[in-house]
């Protein structure tokens, strides 16, 4: 059974800060993996996607790596601004039942 | 559309009612799921529908739960006698097919008093 785990749990960062969120995965058998921003009381927004066959990908200050064979994957946050305050969750598509299993997120502070 | 919209935003409901929510996809995406998201948790499965598919229903907490798709279309998830512990933000999401990316919906914050 997929198991998707975030660490940490909470961060807090003074403004200007690049910063790494961890996600990690216990099986390697994945479609792809998958990174979303949640503002409080809202829905979730795609921030990047990472094909199981791929190895990054970037958008603007954000960079996602995806490490398969050992179950990891990184969302790189550069020049952290306080508007980057929110969760972040990652979320792995299985290839066995076509779910996705989202880890518990991220609980991201940017300060001015 | 452009999104996936989902209603009502808001849904405050007498306990032991029955409510029902509503999920419109993206144009064409075939997979269509339902998720609960309770006060400061993480998201929990509910559903997939994919195509004409037999939807996956392995997430639905209980009998109370149900969840209906036409085709490509529209998804209606209906809560019966709604309990307190419902109280939750119900979210949608499509995907193009089941091995792409999901694209959610605002949710539906359900309060059952």
Redesign the interface.
């Known amino acids: 059974k997929q198991e998707v785990t975030q660490i940490p749990a909470a961060l807090s960062v003074p403004e200007g800060e690049n910063l790494v969120l961890n996600c990690s995965f216990t099986d390697s058998a994945i479609?792809?993996l998958?990174w979303?921003r949640q503002d409080p009381?809202?829905?979730?927004?795609?921030l990047l996607?990472i094909q199981s066959s791929q190895r990054e990908q970037t958008s603007g200050r954000l960079n996602a790596s995806l490490d398969k064979s050992s179950g990891r994957s990184t969302l790189y946050i550069a020049a952290s601004q306080p508007g980057d305050s929110a969760t972040y969750?990652c979320?792995v598509?299985d290839t066995g039942?076509?779910?996705?299993?989202?880890?518990?997120?991220t609980r991201l502070f940017v300060k001015a | 559309g452009a999104g996936v919209s989902q209603s009502p935003s808001n849904k405050v409901t007498e306990k032991g009612k029955d409510v029902e929510l509503r999920c419109d996809p993206i144009s064409g995406h075939t997979a269509l799921y339902w998720y609960r998201q309770r006060l400061g948790q993480g998201l929990e499965f509910l559903i997939y529908f994919q195509g004409n598919s037999a939807p996956d229903k392995s997430g639905l907490p209980s009998d109370r739960f149900s969840a209906e798709r036409t085709g490509e279309s529209v998804s209606t998830l209906t809560i019966q006698r709604t309990q307190q512990e419902d109280s939750a933000v119900y979210l949608c999401a499509s995907s193009l097919n089941s091995i792409y990316g999901y694209t959610f919906g605002s949710g539906t914050r359900l309060t059952v008093v």
């Open positions: 479609y792809n998958q979303f009381g809202k829905g979730l927004t795609s996607l969750l979320a598509r039942g076509f779910k996705t299993i989202f880890g518990a997120g």
